[in-house]
């Protein structure tokens, strides 16, 4: 018997299947990738040999060029798949996608997808780990891994922290990882915004509390996650406009006075700033949104790791 977690050959579909042991080691194994990222030769040997796909069928930025850094910092060689110009514009299928990838060699599948579910069919095509990189509504979890860590490593631990996640919970799946990896941690989270745009028994399935009105969601809160409008998975016309919703919701000077007065100010990116945000507070001193671009890449370096089975 061992007290230390096996990562090998796991997959990373949602925080549900890791402990919070686990998540703790995670981190800390994300704390030297970071210290990895601040040296002037960013790189290691200690992937060399494996070989990691970027398989995104839907938008990003900073995640996908975060999971490449850190496959090419711990020296795999990487490949990425380009959805657009791909064959799967020529009606090939994800399956036939995969077996093709597949023959080529690849080790780990680091995948985004709109459909939730995707990346399980990832796994059940190739047979290989896969990390999910966002698949439609349902789970970021690497995403929730480096907000995690941002929290962690500013404040030593989340027992006990009051989180406040604020915007578009309904179509948010970083909300949903991050209640479910903070929560693990000990953190309890209120999350705030318009009823439309609030899942029904959120409280039931989740355990966090609902407000309405901002300022109960921000009152004492430690952290304070703004989220993003996701117009492009809203079909309902859910709020009457984006000023009416910024009226009742943005994180201004005015609305962040009921948080604690050094409370960490996040939010997953990309923003729409003066919807959800002022640059006033994106941009204040108590913000870490940089920080948990630069965090994405350690975090995903120690993920790789892990998995992979690298040689420290
Ligand atoms: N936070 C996030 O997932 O950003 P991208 O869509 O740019 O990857």
Wanted: glycine content about 8%.
């Amino acid at each position: 018997m061992t007290d230390v977690p096996q990562f090998l050959g796991r997959n990373l579909f949602d925080l549900d299947d890791y402990s919070a042991a686990e998540i703790l080691y995670i981190l800390e194994a994300a704390k030297g990738m970071k210290e990895i990222n601040l040296r002037e030769y960013k790189k290691i040997p200690t992937l060399r040999g494996k070989t990691v796909c970027t398989l995104f069928v839907e938008n990003s930025t900073r995640t996908r060029m975060s999971f490449e850094l850190a496959a090419s910092r711990l020296s795999a060689d990487v490949v990425s798949f380009e959805a657009p110009i791909s064959s799967l514009g020529k009606g090939e299928s994800l399956q036939d996608t995969i077996y093709t990838l597949d023959a080529m060699g690849i080790d780990l599948y680091c995948f985004r997808h709109s459909s939730p579910g995707s990346p399980q069919l990832v796994h059940k095509y190739s047979g290989k780990p896969v990390i999910n990189g966002g698949d439609g509504r349902h789970a970021h979890p690497t995403q929730a891994l480096l907000d995690i860590f941002s929290i962690w490593e500013k404040l030593g631990s989340l027992e006990g922290l009051k989180v406040a996640i604020v915007g578009d919970i309904l179509n948010s799946r970083v909300v949903r990882s991050n209640m479910i990896g903070m929560r693990k941690l000990g953190a309890s989270i209120t999350v705030c915004g318009p009823r439309t745009l609030m899942p029904t028994g959120i409280e039931e399935v989740y355990g966090c509390r609902v407000e309405y009105q901002l300022a109960e969601a921000l009152l004492d809160a430690d952290v304070v996650m703004g989220l993003r409008m996701q117009m492009e998975r809203m079909t309902d016309g859910l709020f009457p406009s984006l000023e009416e919703y910024s009226k009742y919701y943005v994180l201004s000077k005015d609305t962040i006075k009921y948080a604690k007065d050094d409370a960490l100010i996040m939010h997953p990116g990309p923003m729409n700033r003066g919807v959800e945000i002022l640059p006033e507070i994106a941009d204040g001193k108590h913000s870490i949104i940089v920080e948990q671009v630069a965090n994405g890449v350690a975090i995903r370096m120690a993920l790789m790791f892990l998995i992979l089975g690298g040689k420290a």
